[in-house]
Nanobody
Framework: QVQLAESGGGLVQAGGSLRLSCAAS????????MGWFRQAPGKEREFVVG????????DLADSVKGRFTISRDNAKNTVLLQMNSLKPGDTAVYFC????????????????WGRGTQVTVSS
């Protein structure tokens, strides 16, 4: 059974930082492209950041460049999202996803999804 479990969400003030973690099980983790998406209330789910299977290349949405960093540990089947300089506009449920399409940015590029973790940034 495939499972992606996000953790690390919470409430933070604008300008603060959070680190999200996604633990994967039931898949050959090192073979999958991993991504993070987010969905704010009343809005569609949007791509945030992705990382190729080896971890050597990352792809970030323009809205988070210079603030967010993604990394992965294939030995631990874990992907991390470090979020710095958070803004109220970053408030959303953040989802971890696994797919086989390298550098995919759409939801259809991903096969497995976590349940999400809430990130709230207060002004």
């Amino acid at each position: 059974q495939v499972q992606l479990a996000e953790s690390g969400g919470g409430l933070v003030q604008a300008g603060g930082s959070l680190r999200l973690s996604c633990a994967a099980s039931g898949i050959a983790f090192s073979a999958y492209h991993m991504g993070w998406f987010r969905q704010a209330p009343g809005k569609e789910r949007e791509f945030v950041v992705g990382i190729i299977p080896s971890g050597a290349y990352t792809d970030l949405a323009d809205s988070v460049k210079g603030r967010f960093t993604i990394s992965r540990d294939n030995a631990k089947n874990t992907v991390l999202l470090q979020m710095n300089s958070l803004k109220p506009g970053d408030t959303a449920v953040y989802f971890c996803a696994a797919g086989t399409r390298i550098l995919g940015r759409t939801q259809n590029d991903y096969i497995y999804w976590g349940r999400g973790t809430q990130v709230t940034v207060s002004s």
